[in-house]
């Protein structure tokens, strides 16, 4: 398969590592220089996006992942016990769109990052555009802070809680790496293979997120190189048949911040805003743009939430006695994302999370 996709982009990198563990075959290539061709194939330029020799086209990392596990079963990276598969999922989902805010933060608010990763991503998406190096570097460098930091809320106000929050789940890793090789087992399930859209592109190369990872949690640091060197085994993988003890903490932060964050979100997305604010842990955000495709993301958990039996259901609300989680089994809410009414995914066109999206 051909991989559309960047070498420094998060997303990508969380695909890569899985079709790396599983062993599918690809060939990863620059999408944009194609990109009218893509975008009517795909709905949107967010990368990864794969084109199959089937003809078909695939995007968003998480669908693209689970359509992948129908199709090669062996070694799945989904927990057997029900409870372990659904944190695996709230992992990863906090992973995707809670912990973007910091990965972008640290890449284009400090000015080495900056400096480096704008190089990095002139020279290799933007050489079918006919500017002078020194005018796309100057433009990759602005459109990335403004779109991605400036204007997803991080302020002088907000920016040490955002530095936080990278800090907590290298801290909640580390618990959770103390007692295994991966964090729900002896193997990667879904929840590492999320964890590695931040901790592999972003935190675990950047330099200033890469010292301090290195510095104040090279557990972690090591489980970066150890799931992008891991190679699925014959037979099931070895899940834990409970959430651990030592997933507290990480529980909580998802809490805390990423289903906070989902659920305003979804009341600002029902009241038809285009913005919304919140306070996560004490601190107040402002003026943060409503996501359709976040809306989206809650009626998924939701949705898997309500798939567990009683008893299952019990015991997750035991691991997540936080008043944000309630979201998960609220009766109702009242937003509706109408995205992907058909279940198609990841076949379907894909909408931009917010803004233009590009590269995520």
């Known amino acids: 398969m051909r991989l559309y996709g ?5 997303y990508t990198g969380k695909l890569e590592a899985y079709l790396r563990y ?13 990109q009218k061709r893509i975008r009517a194939k795909v709905g949107a330029i967010q990368v990864p ?38 944190a695996a999922f709230l992992i990863e989902d906090y992973a995707d769109e809670w912990l973007w805010r910091p990965a972008m ?3 284009w608010s400090y000015e080495h990052d900056r400096a480096l990763l704008s190089r990095i991503l002139v020279d290799e998406v933007t050489r079918h555009t006919k500017l002078p190096r020194f005018v796309k570097l ?28 990278y800090r907590a789940s290298l801290r909640h890793m580390t618990a959770m790496l103390d ?33 301090i990872m290195r510095n104040e949690a090279p557990a972690v640091y090591e489980w970066v190189a150890h799931v992008w060197n891991a190679r699925a085994a014959a037979g099931r993988p070895d899940f ?10 990480m529980l909580k932060e998802v809490a805390e911040t990423h289903l906070h964050q989902l659920a305003a979100n979804a009341d600002a997305f029902a009241k038809g805003l285009s913005q919304f604010d919140m306070t996560v842990q004490g601190v107040h955000y402002k003026h943060l743009p409503v996501s359709r495709y976040r809306v989206w993301c809650l009626e998924m958990l939701r949705e898997a939430f309500a798939a567990l ?44 999370v917010y803004g233009d999206g590009v590269p995520r």
């Open 138 to 165: 100057m433009l990759v460098k602005r459109r990335q802070r403004i779109g991605f930091v400036v204007r997803d809320g991080v302020t002088a106000e907000t920016r040490a809680h955002v530095e936080g929050s």
């Open 240 to 249: 834990l048949s409970e959430v651990p003890a030592d997933a507290a903490g």
């Open 49 to 86: 996006i794969v084109e199959r020799d089937d003809g078909r086209w695939m995007s968003d990392s998480t669908p693209i992942i689970l359509q992948l596990e129908k199709e090669y079963p062996g070694s799945a990276v989904m927990p057997a016990d029900p409870a372990v598969r659904f």
């Open 22 to 34: 599983k062993g599918i075959a690809y060939v990863m290539t620059s999408p944009y220089g194609d």
């Open 309 to 352: 039996s009683p008893d299952e259901q019990e015991r997750m609300r035991a691991h997540l006695p936080y008043p944000p989680a309630e979201i998960l089994w609220r009766d109702t809410i009242r937003a509706k994302s109408d995205y992907d009414k058909e279940r198609q995914a990841p076949f379907n066109k894909a909408i931009n």
């Open 105 to 107: 933060h640290y890449r």
């Open 179 to 211: 007692q295994r090789s991966y964090l729900l087992g002896s193997a990667p399930s879904l929840a590492d293979f999320g964890m590695m859209g931040p901790m592999l592109r972003h935190f675990g190369q950047d330099p200033t997120p890469a010292e």
């Open 6 to 10: 960047v070498s420094v982009s998060y």
